[in-house]
């Protein structure tokens, strides 16, 4: 006897049950099935990311290569030394700490190019600069004081405690206790780890601080002075306490090229015997920032270095390498580029 026949000659119970059990059947081949097409949706995804992510990263690198030879040509044709409203073509570099798109491969990249000696020295500041700067970001006197004495006893080389200050018996008492440096600041990241300097003082752009410690101080520069022919905006405001408005009037002066700038910056100095920090040498020490996206991925890929030009025939010192840094905030440029590409 055919199955179907029996199943007609089942009991109606019998039927209804074998019924349930075919669409159980169903159900659970239907949800191993939708399962199965997802995993291999998220493969095919990954897969793709991750190929364009390595494209976008060795374009990253390549552009970075290029930056640094190109920074060694304009300091061997001296271009570096003219102001970028002087110069008379396309420059090769662009040291202002901005971003700018360029093209390598027929690709999209953006480059940023700071001048390390724009910055303040970390390990040279004075305590009276030092308690300046703080003030002029928003911290009131007390906080000042304590930051202040925490990082000069965090890089000097004896353990007494300064006034308000902090030496390893303070720090071994943390949740995860450590011991202080005693020596200069290797990397600027180490002032997280210095009393009374929050996450938001360091990293700035927050509700409290809009300008960062990182955005003012440098590890990289060498000598007590200061560059301000290509200091960063956020430098020269919290350095002499400048408004927007005069920020902006300083930066069209220099732009312009009209004047001379100490003239108009050492009347602002909270002491006059700061005037010996002032600089205006050619960039030597150079932060590049590259930053890449292939049309084609859902991931940037960001590198860093500082690099030294000094006067070698052998190329460039790379100080410090950065890989694999989270994607920066490039801006509209950007936006406008991957809305293209959609």
């Known amino acids: 006897m055919a199955p179907f026949e029996v199943l007609r000659q089942a009991p109606e119970t019998q039927r209804g049950f074998a019924l349930l059990i075919v669409l159980w059947i169903f159900i659970v ?189 440098t590890v990289f520069n060498p000598r007590p002075v200061l560059n301000v022919r290509s200091s960063p905006p956020d430098v020269l405001q919290a350095l002499f306490g400048l408004d927007e408005e005069q920020l902006a009037q300083l930066l069209e002066i220099r732009a312009s090229g009209a004047g001379s700038l100490f003239g108009l910056l050492e009347p602002m100095l909270p002491d006059p015997a700061l005037a010996e920090l002032l600089s205006d040498e050619p960039p030597n020490i150079l932060s590049v920032d590259v930053q890449a996206q292939m049309p084609n991925s859902a991931v940037a890929a960001h590198v860093a270095a500082v690099i030294d030009l000094g006067e070698s025939n052998e190329g460039v010192y790379i100080l410090r390498w950065y890989d694999q840094l989270p994607a920066a905030d490039i801006g509209q440029g950007q936006d406008e580029f991957l809305q293209e590409a959609a």
Do not use: C
Request: proline fraction near 3%.
């Open 29 to 217: 081949l239907f949800a191993v099935g939708a399962e199965f097409s997802g995993a291999m949706r998220q493969d095919v995804t990954a897969t793709m990311n991750f190929a364009g992510e390595t494209q976008s990263y060795y374009l990253a690198t390549a552009a970075a290569n290029r930056t640094f030879y190109r920074a060694l040509i304009a300091r061997d044709e001296a271009s570096i030394d003219i102001p970028l409203e002087e110069q008379e073509e396309e420059p090769l570099i662009r040291v202002d700490g901005q971003w700018h798109r360029e093209e390598l491969w027929g690709a999209p990249v953006w480059v940023r190019i700071t001048d390390e000696s724009g910055k303040i020295p970390i390990n040279l500041v004075t305590q009276g600069l030092l308690q300046q700067i703080l003030a002029n970001l928003g911290l009131d006197i007390d906080q000042a004081d304590e930051i202040t004495a925490g990082i000069l006893d965090w890089r000097d080389e004896d353990d007494e405690v300064r006034v308000n200050g902090a030496e390893t018996d303070y720090y071994l008492e943390r949740a995860r206790p450590y011991a202080a440096k005693n020596a200069p600041l290797d990397s600027l990241e180490e002032l997280l780890l210095v009393k009374g300097v929050t996450w938001e003082l360091y990293h700035g752009e927050s509700e409290d601080f809009d300008i960062g410690l990182k955005h003012i101080f």
